[in-house]
C-alpha cells in the first residue's frame, strides 16, 4: 500500500461518494483515518474511481476568472523574484531553508521559492496563492494582538464589508448551520483553537490562514424565535500584514473550500 504526505493527498484517490462502504461518515473522514494509520486505503472498495474521476474533472479549458487568477499571479511572482526571501522569512513568520520561504496556511506548510513558484504536500489552490504571495511582499511582522475588529470597522473596510457578510458570512453562517460536526473535523484538520472564553458565543475558533494573520469565528446557534448567527474578525493588526482587499480574497477562498468539502463529503 501506497504511503500518504496528507489526508488530502488520500482524499484525491476517492470517488466522494460518501457511500460509508468504509463504515465512515464520509470520504474526507475516512480519508483522514487512512491518514491516520487507522484504515488503509484499500478499505474503500471505489479508491481507484476516485482518481479517474480526479482526472476528468481536471480536463477542462480555463474559465475567465481562472484566467485573471493565472495573470495575477504571474505578476505577483514577477515582484517575488525582486526580494530577499530570506530576509523576508522573519517579518513573515516563516522559515528560510535551502533557498525557499515556508509559511504554515491553516496548519499546512507551503514553500515559496526565489521564483514565486509556490511548493506543498497540499494541492496549490490559487485562492491561497494569491493571498499567500501577496502576504510574503506586504507583511510587515507586526504580532497579532489578540484585538479583534469587523471588517467594517478596519482603515480600509468600507469599501469590502458589504461583499464581505455576503460573500464570506452568510455563506460560511449556512454551511455551520448544516454541518456543524463536519466543521469541528475541518477545524481540527487545519490547525483550528478555541477562542478565549471572552467571546459569549455556542462556538468561537481562531484559524490561521496565514502566520500573521488569525481569524476568528463567533457562531451562535439558532434558539425558539431567533436565527443562529456568525461573524469573522480580524486582529487589529491586520492590514499592517495585508491587504483588506487580499484578505477579502483569501477569506472567500476559504469559505468557498468550506463549502466544497461540506457539499461533498457532509451528512
Known sequence: ??????HLEVLSLLPK???RECRQASCLAFAVAVFQGKKTVADCPYWAEGKSAESREGAGAESAPEKDQREALEKLQ???REIDLARAADRCGGLYHQGKLTLLCLGKPFSVDSAGVIYSDCHVNRWVAVPLLNYILDCTGR??????LPLRETRGGADWWRLFEQRCEKPLKKVIDDYTELLELLVEIFAGEPAPDRFDSDIAIVLHPLPRLPLLLCYWKSEEGLESSLHLFLDVTAEENLRIEAVYALAVGL???FEKIAQTHGK
Request: hydrophobic share 30%; proline share 10%; net charge positive.
Open 1 to 6: 500500500m501506497p504511503s500518504f504526505s496528507s
Open 255 to 257: 469559505v468557498t473550500m
Open 17 to 19: 461518494t460518501n457511500c
Open 143 to 148: 504580532e497579532p494582538r489578540g484585538e479583534w
Open 78 to 80: 514577477k515582484r517575488v
